[in-house]
């Protein structure tokens, strides 16, 4: 890959882990630098899966704390390079170096272990800390003697590493290079031609560093060396290594251990100072060395989980330039500092609760970077919930239920989730997750009784809310959406719904129509409560419906009958004791209880000395001795009340006659049918119309001269031109007599003219007939007839005729017995008003 052979190796083997979650490993080795975008391999053909897979399994890449180098392509099912990877960033000089994530699937729940191996590539050249270096050397130095260099630094590995010095010129030295098992190496300069300060005082040398790199890249230091007079003995280290242990965390300025040298030489010469040589593992940053002294102190913090050894390279110098080097290694001792890391991989909010026992809710990781018992971790959830936590592999933890789940007794659950180390104290660390539980439609509308009655008054007004049915649902949100249903039925062969109706959203039952407690008393009917599950459930209850009465029905009377034209007479014996029972008034009320409860009364008598009436029985009794000075008519009114709130009642008119023959009743009650109240009204009425009739009249009678003053002056006119004068007959006329059969009989005469200019309307007399009849098949019962026919019905005649009309049929003509002087006194002056505007027009 980018010219370069990339190594990658596969390796992948299945473990079957509990709740049917597979986890698999695969390896790649890749170079570090690659640009983003790069093939890493192809995860989907390496694993033995489907795109598809990766698709619907919403598979992604879970790097934990580490940062995300790598990336996921679902489409094409591989691994391309997220970010550019700096192999030395990420392992320093620790080989190998790898990333490690895993693969993460869903539905159901699969995890799968990828390590990826960086392999270094030759981007770094080896680098001095200083750019020079100065050195004292007496010229006294024998042969052989050592001067350690700092040696350059390649943060590359390998063959990419460091490789070789090159010192130039190399005419008094020669380079050594000493290795250590840990690695680290020890460069040195020996003298090998003693030097002559007389010749030369300042010696100039380059040392040049080399790795093994293509291409290969170096770097250089300049080193001065003064020289000085004799100086013949370097320092010694009392060891070459020293060891100490330091606990993680431990205060800034804690000693760690001291380091000692000795110097032969005496003066300056034997004057040793102290310090720390460069090293890899930025032991300079932590550590501090007294130059005087050789302590070394802490001056940083140290974490175990960052390193768990230190390498301190110290170098002792006289003042003569002779130096001598060893090396410290510090023991970073482990303490429970760290609580344990819980990184949810995969989890589920909502859970249906039809799921079964041991459905996977979560999947965790739980890492601890203590080590020994501090980093062991046991992890447990709250009580009280319907699920459990597995260890599935080390470090790697499933959330399953263990019971059956029921919305309805739990809608939620806030599991807590608490992961414990064995260290002294024990520190933990704990996550709460929150799982819904989705609602199932497992529960039917439950009605809130097992039936109910309701009540209406009767004439209710139709769409009138009679009841409310009321069913719950213990379901959630569309579930315990509860729809009412009238079921369908009859009420006496008419369907239901004829009836009554039910709102679908309230239960709210209104009247259809307005009801009659004498057709109908009570009924019932069923309403369904259905909610909106898929499918859905239902339940119903039976609902009856009492239908109570009011006093909407006035009592009906049975006997007497009372008909249009027809009158009853009950004929009561002159020689009738005290109590003896004339008639009985019988009457019914369709309405029931109190409603229906009747009474008699006596309204209204021609002698209320004489009849009674009972109150509970209706019967007509007489209460005293008949005389023959009594009337044989003798009308009695009767009211009959019912026990309603308000109270209705009817009349019935009930006529008696006193006598001890036929012939007698038959004489007396010729005129009983004419017996009639007075009209108050009537003398109004006639004020009124003469008010009209007088202002029509003088109206008319200014028009009438007006045209007369017209005609006579056109005469004139004509009289003296010479036009032929047309001669002017006087109008013929005509007497019509009408007459009529009444018990008095009046007759009238009317003149109009036959031959008028104005008009050819003619008319006749009007009559009327009234005859009383008695009718031997029913007793006491009397007819009148009447009959009228005139020419005065015409329907466009003048208004004057139809005021002369209405005179003509009025009893004001027929029976002026039964009206006042001043009624009559209008009357005459409006037919006088009426018959002269009529003779005016013609």
Partial sequence: MSGRTMRRQVLLFSLVLHLSSVLGQVSYSIPEEMPSGSLVGNIAQDLGLDVKRLKSGKARVYTGDSAGYIELNKERGVLLIRDRIDREAICRQTTPCALHFQIILENPMQFYSVTVEITDINDNPPTFEKNEVSFKISESAVIGAKFVLDGAIDLDVGTNGLQKYNLNPTDNFVLKRDSHGDGTEKVEMILQKPLDREKEELVSLVLTAFDGGDPQMSGTIRIFITVLDANDNAPVFTQSTYTATVFENAPE?????????????????GRIKYSIANSLDQSHALFRINEDSGEIRLIGNIDYENARYYHINIRASDDGGLTDSCKVVVEVVDMNDNKPTINIMSKSNMISEHSKPSTVVAMMNVQDPDSNENGKVHCFINDNTPLTIMSTSNNFYSLVTDSD????????????????????????????????????????????????????????????????????????????????????????????????????????????????????????????????????????????????????????????????????????????????????????????????????????????????????????????????????????????????????????????????????????????????EYNDNLTFYLVLALAVVSFLFITCLVVIISVKIYRWRQSRVLYHSSLPVIPYYPPRYSDTLGTGTLQHVYNYEVCRTTDSRKSDCKFGGAGSQNVLIMDPSSTGTMQRIQSEKSILDEPDSPLEVRILRFLLRSDVIYNPNRFSTLDREITAYLVFFSFFLYCSFM
């Fill in 253 to 269: 300025g804690t000693i760690v251990t001291a380091v000692t040298a000795s110097d032969a030489d005496y003066g300056m010469y």
């Fill in 405 to 676: 789940l029921d919305r309805e007794v739990a809608s939620h659950y806030n599991i807590t989730v608490t992961c414990s180390d064995e260290g002294v104290p024990s520190l933990s660390s704990s996550v709460t997750l929150t799982l819904q539980i989705s609602d199932v439609n497992d529960n039917a509308p439950v009605f809130e009784r097992s039936s109910y009655e309701a009540y209406i008054v009767e004439n209710n007004t139709p769409g009138l809310s009679i009841f409310t049915v009321k069913a719950r649902d213990a379901d959630w949100n569309q579930n315990a959406r509860v729809s009412y249903i009238l079921e369908d039925s009859s009420v006496n062969g008419v369907p239901v719904s004829s009836y009554v109706s039910v709102s679908a959203d309230s239960g709210v039952i209104h009247a259809v129509r307005s009801f009659d407690y004498e057709q109908i008393k009570d009924f019932q009917f069923r309403v369904k409560a259905q909610d909106g599950g898929s499918p859905p459930l239902s339940s119903n209850v039976t609902v009856k419906v009492l239908i109570q009465d009011q006093n909407d029905n006035p009592p009906q009377v049975l006997y007497p009958v009372q008909t249009g034209g027809s009158l009853v007479a009950e004929m009561v014996p002159r020689s009738a004791d005290v109590g003896y029972l004339v008639t009985k008034v019988v009457a019914v009320d369709v309405d029931s209880g109190q409603n229906a409860w009747l009474s008699y009364k006596l309204q209204k008598a021609t002698d209320r000395a004489l009849f009674e009436v009972g109150l509970q029985n209706g019967e007509i009794r007489t209460i005293r001795q008949v005389t023959d000075k009594d009337a044989v008519k003798q009308r009695l009114a009767v009211i009959v009340e019912d026990n309603g709130q308000p109270s209705r009642s009817a009349t019935v008119i009930v006529n008696v006659a006193v006598a001890d023959s036929f012939p007698e009743v038959l004489s007396e009650f010729t005129d009983f049918t004419h017996d009639k």
